[in-house]
């Protein structure tokens, strides 16, 4: 029990550090450097055009982030990787926000796996 608490923190700490890169970058309008930094996975589902539009578009319509608060954490290790999904409630100038993380780690570090963004503001304004 006490190894799968110290896994969960682990990806906590971890995950809250790549949270916070992410959004660094989406404010700064650092898009390509999202996808590039982003595992395959992340970027298999779409075209390139159609991710850098869809964060642009994220960016544009609810401003910069600013207050970011943890949820919800999931660990899942499989014979693909070890996956860590974590859920925030985040705060953007244009509204709030949940945002679902799923991280795959690799060489100790978290790569973007996939993004899911659920804003009224997204399609209100």
Known sequence: MW???????????LSDAAVQHFHQQLNA?????????????FRSGE???????FLEAVHKKLGNSRDTDFV????????????????????FDGGPSSETFTWV???GNLKLYSYNIESKALIMN
Do not use: P, W
């Open 3 to 13: 190894q799968c608490g110290s896994v969960l923190m682990s990806g906590k700490k």
């Open 47 to 53: 075209t390139h055009e159609n991710i850098v539009k």
């Open 29 to 41: 309008g650092q898009y390509e450097e999202i996808y590039n930094e982003a595992d395959d996975g």
């Open 105 to 107: 780690k690799s060489s």
């Open 72 to 91: 919800n954490i999931r660990v899942n290790a499989t014979t693909n990787g070890t996956f860590t999904t974590t859920i925030y409630n985040t705060t």
